[in-house]
């Protein structure tokens, strides 16, 4: 199938708009003025801006044509002619345009104007941020570029010994954040949460399989994701890899919110075998429901409810410790997170959780380092 390109922009009234690059068509003219292929009613253009012709080695490429306020390219000012490649953003002047190249059959104007040639923008001299910052190396991310991964131990409370690691998604993209927490704001901003988790819990257990052959991994799921037909095959996938480690699926609080969702979804884990976790209990909605009518094989107790536990009104201790035993009383594994002292520590074996995790017992490592 032939490729086609196009260029995605939104108007000053917020209307989408996509601009077909037909190769009949180039070199593709940019500016002010009515006689360029494309239109920009903006100020700050030049009447001839800049234009998309067909690069020698394939593809397209932008050139300059001695604009005054420039032309750039995921927001670098270009010099010369320069490449483009899928999901690059573009700015002539202050207008703000995205690069697409999809298969021809599929492209399609996303709404009509007074010409189609004709994009209009607002006012002003400062590249615009209509679209994300970062979108380009986001995609290279979920295709695997920059993709690694950490492990955090999980150990029995008492004798302290190492029973399972959980698995931490890590980046290190040479022009992306290595926070987690800045990735999935990032990854919230283009809708893609599910993708980036999926994606952390592929390449992880890949990475960590040869090094745990057949332990105990903890593997979190995003909110947002679809607990559907896709989701459950490629988590068997995951469980059949040669000396794959034994998944426990970890179910955010706010994932799943009705008893008979959450029914369904423990009896779908179970007919592939994988025992699954209640993460962040008692961080919000307390769950206590879904812990009495679908108990889970471990209940994870949030980091909040734990910290500096040792200096908690005894009220606040008695309700944690009831929902501690309520958990065994239900076949349940309690589970301590983010236990940092020896005096956290203490209280937790005393409240009778089975299992600890934290800085205190051990901080995440890298896979590779396991």
Known sequence: ???????????????????????????LRIG?????????????LSRLHALIE??????????DLGSTNGTYVNRERIAGPCRLEDN??????????????????????????????????SPGLSLSNKFVAHEKKFMELLRGRGLSAAAQPIVDAVGGRIVAYELLGRCNHPELSASPIQLFQLAHELKRE????????????????PRLKGELLFVNTHPTEQFEDGFFATLQQLT??????????????????????MRKLAARLAGIRVPFAYDDFGAGQSRLKELTNVP???????????RNIHLAPAIEQRVVRDLVRAAIDLGSVPLAEGVETEDEAAVCRDMGFQLIQGYLTGRPVPVTSL
């Open 1 to 27: 199938m032939e490729t086609g390109w196009y260029l995605e922009g939104i108007t000053s009234d917020g209307i989408p708009i996509v601009k077909k690059i037909d190769a009949a068509e180039l070199p």
């Open 32 to 44: 002010r003025d009515a006689r360029n292929g494309l239109v920009v009613d903006a100020r700050g």
């Open 54 to 63: 067909a690069d020698p080695a394939g593809g397209l490429r932008v050139v």
């Open 88 to 121: 690059d953003v573009i700015h002539f002047g202050t207008a703000e345009f995205r690069v697409g190249a999809q298969e021809t059959t599929l492209l399609m104007r996303a709404a009509d104007s007074d010409d189609d040639r004709t994009y209009r923008t």
């Open 194 to 209: 599910a993708e980036l988790s999926a994606a952390f819990r592929s390449w992880g257990v890949a990475a960590i399989a």
């Open 240 to 261: 059949e890899q040669p000396g794959a480690p034994q998944i426990v699926v970890e179910i955010h609080e706010t994932a799943v919110l009705e008893v008979e969702s």
């Open 296 to 306: 889970p094989t471990y209940v994870k107790f949030d980091m909040g409810l734990i």
